[in-house]
């Protein structure tokens, strides 16, 4: 295990070794368990680069488990993920593990609390203004794979952990007030009320089904006289003479929440 030992060194110390790691791959001296200890080394990093992403995907592409935990306690690489990434490339990461089927309601026992990954991304990242924007970025990612709102805290939902939970009183912070805790708040409320983040996403695709059929039927048109006119391709879109199988076929691909 001395080239891996090397490499996971190297990278720590902020060397390039994709190249290194592809021929360590290629090697007798892989393992999975190793591939998926340094896999654990980057989920485990505060300062993500480019660099671990693409290391982080090959890794992954290579059979390391994306449901790796290091100890018995259930701490899977996306609550490490969630919990220390706080830049794009955490995203990215966080991103790459589901793709490669990680778990979004593992559930990791820590002091005796049972806790999710969206409750270890809130737990590390709710409590800081400049950490916001990262927070709910990810929550999205978390919730469009199928995190749920529910038990994420023991048996407290996500809505209670960011109105009472929080280690640090919002009130001191700013956090209260701040508009991405707003708009975290405002999403757990959609996805709550949806039922799922799919089915939220789909509102607005109903709701322009629903124009269509008014317009269709004379019942809807577009104002001419207002100062900012229909763009003219969603005039198009819903347009009475627009063909139908047109229309599915944009609304097949379109989506204002993904």
Not at 99 to 117: C, E, I, K, Q
């Amino acid at each position: 295990m001395a080239v891996l030992d090397e490499l996971r060194t190297a990278r720590q110390e902020g060397y390039d070794v994709v190249q290194d790691t592809l021929a360590w791959l290629d090697t007798d001296e892989y393992n999975n368990d190793g591939c998926a200890d340094f896999l654990s080394d980057i989920c485990h990093d505060f300062e993500i680069t480019e660099t671990d992403v693409d290391l982080a995907r090959l890794l992954l592409s290579r059979g390391a488990d994306a449901n790796y935990c290091e100890e018995g306690d259930g701490w899977t690489l996306l609550h490490a993920a969630v919990s220390f990434s706080r830049n794009e490339y955490g995203r990215k990461l966080t991103t790459a593990l589901i793709g490669a089927g990680a778990d979004v309601n593992a559930r990791a026992h820590v002091d005796n609390t049972s806790l999710t990954p969206l409750c270890t991304l809130l737990d590390s990242n709710a409590c800081s203004t400049s950490r916001l924007p990262h927070c709910l970025e990810t929550a999205t990612l978390l919730l469009r794979a199928g995190a749920s709102l529910d038990a994420c805290w023991d048996d407290d939902s996500a809505e209670d952990f960011v109105e009472a939970l929080l280690p640090v009183p919002r009130s001191r912070n700013g956090v209260a007030s701040d508009p991405n805790f707003l708009a975290l708040k405002t999403l757990f409320a959609n996805v709550r009320r949806a039922g799922s983040y799919k089915l939220w996403t789909r509102e607005n695709v109903k709701a322009l089904l629903r124009l269509r059929s008014l317009v269709a039927r004379g019942r809807a048109r577009d104002i001419k006289r207002l100062r900012a006119k229909t763009p003219r391709e969603f005039a198009l879109l819903f347009a009475p003479a627009f063909p139908n199988e047109l229309f599915w076929k944009v609304m097949e691909y379109w989506n204002p929440r993904v």
